[in-house]
C-alpha cells in the first residue's frame, strides 16, 4: 500500500483513501455487539415512526371533543411535571448502569438499575392514577375521539414503560445469576437504548400532547 | 502511513456505545451534563406553556423548537450518536427515520385541515340532511 503511494502519488487526488477503506472492508464482519445493537436500534426507530401514526392522530384529533372536556380542563400539568422528573432521572441512572457494566461493577449495576426501577414504577404509578381519575370522571377512551386519541398514545407509552421494568427486572436477574457475560452485555446495551428512546418519546408526549394540548 | 489514526477510528461503533478515551468520570460528566441541558430545556418548556410573558400564538412553536433541542441531548449524551465516522450507519439510519415521521406527522396534519378547511360546518350539514 505504501509502495502504491509513492508509485502514483495522485492515483488518488481527491483523498477518497480508497484503499484503506478496502483495508477495513477486509477486517471482515462487523462484531456481534455492533449487529446487534444496529438491528435494535432499527427496530427503535421503526418503533418511532409507529409512535408517529399515533401523535399524528392526536394532532388530528385534538380539536374533536364532541362537547366533552378538552385537554385544557383534564390536564394536571403539576403530575406531568413529577412523570416527566421521574422518567428523566431514570434515563441518567439507566446510563450510569450502562458505565458500571462497561466497567463489570455488579454493585454499580445492581444499585442503578434497581434506582431506574424505582422511578419508572413511579412514573407508571403517576400515570395510572391519571388515568384512573380521568375515568372516574366520565372522559374515558370512549367519551370522545380526543380521548380515545390520548389514551391511546399516553397508553402505548405506558405500555412501553411497563415492558422496559420487566425487561430491566431480567437483566438485573441475569447479571445476578450469571454475570457480565458477553451476551448479557449485549442485551443490557439494547435495553439502555430502549430505555433512552421512551424518554426520547415522552419529551415529544409531554410538549405534544400536554403542554400544546392543554393550551388549545 | 498519515491517515492512520483516522483508519482506526473509522471502525464502527454499535448505537448506544461510546468512544471516549477518558474514564469512568468523563463519562459519567457526559451524563450529567446531558442531565443538565435536558433539566434546563423541561423547565423552560414548562415554563413558556404557563406564562404570559411571550406572544400567545408563539408558544406551541416554542415548544416544539425546545422539544426538538431536547430530542438532540438526549440522542448525543445519552445515546452517544454522533457526527463521527464511526457513527455513519447509525445516522443514516436515524435520518431515514426522522423522515418516514415527518412525513406521517406533517402529511397527516396537512391532509387533515385542508380536509376540515373546506368541509361544510356541521350545524349546515345536518340541515341537509333533513
Known amino acids: ?216 | 502511513m498519515s491517515n492512520g489514526h483516522d483508519t482506526e477510528n473509522s471502525i464502527d461503533l454499535a448505537p448506544g456505545d461510546e468512544h471516549v478515551e477518558g474514564g469512568v468520570g468523563l463519562r459519567v460528566l457526559g451524563y450529567l451534563t446531558g442531565l443538565a441541558l435536558a433539566i434546563l430545556l423541561t423547565a423552560t418548556s414548562f415554563f413558556v406553556a404557563g406564562t404570559d410573558l411571550v406572544w400567545q400564538p408563539s408558544i406551541p412553536v416554542a415548544l416544539i423548537v425546545l422539544a426538538i433541542a431536547q430530542m438532540g441531548v438526549h440522542l448525543v449524551f445519552f445515546l452517544h450518536i454522533t457526527t463521527g465516522p464511526d457513527n455513519t450507519n447509525n445516522v443514516l439510519a436515524l435520518a431515514f427515520g426522522v423522515l418516514i415521521v415527518l412525513l406521517v406527522i406533517g402529511g397527516s396534519v396537512w391532509i387533515m385541515a385542508n380536509l376540515n378547511h373546506n368541509m361544510m360546518p356541521m350545524d349546515q350539514i345536518m340541515q341537509m340532511q333533513r
Open chain 1, 1 to 216: 500500500m505504501v509502495d502504491a503511494t509513492i508509485a502514483y502519488p495522485h492515483s488518488d487526488p481527491h483523498h477518497l483513501r480508497g484503499m484503506e477503506a478496502l483495508g477495513i472492508a477486509h477486517s471482515g464482519p462487523a462484531s456481534k455487539r455492533i449487529a446487534t445493537g444496529y438491528g435494535f436500534w432499527i427496530f427503535i426507530l421503526s418503533d418511532m415512526v409507529m409512535f408517529s401514526a399515533f401523535f399524528a392522530t392526536y394532532a388530528v384529533l385534538l380539536g374533536q371533543t364532541a362537547g366533552g372536556p378538552s385537554g385544557r380542563e383534564l390536564f394536571d400539568l403539576r403530575n406531568v411535571a413529577i412523570e416527566t422528573a421521574f422518567l428523566l432521572a431514570s434515563s441518567f441512572t439507566c446510563g450510569l448502569a450502562s458505565i458500571a457494566a462497561d466497567t463489570r461493577s455488579t454493585i454499580w449495576f445492581q444499585l442503578g438499575l434497581a434506582v431506574t426501577c424505582v422511578f419508572g414504577l413511579g412514573f407508571l404509578t403517576i400515570e395510572g392514577r391519571e388515568f384512573a381519575s380521568l375515568v372516574a370522571r366520565g372522559a374515558g377512551p370512549t367519551r370522545s375521539a380526543f380521548l380515545s386519541a390520548f389514551f391511546t398514545l399516553v397508553g402505548c407509552h405506558g405500555l412501553h414503560v411497563s415492558a422496559g421494568i420487566l425487561w430491566l427486572l431480567t437483566m438485573m436477574a441475569q447479571v445476578f445469576a450469571k454475570g457480565f457475560r458477553p451476551d448479557i452485555l449485549r442485551r443490557i446495551l439494547c435495553f439502555a437504548l430502549f430505555w433512552h428512546a421512551l424518554d426520547i418519546i415522552w419529551i415529544a408526549v409531554f410538549t405534544v400532547v400536554y403542554l400544546i394540548g392543554s393550551a388549545a
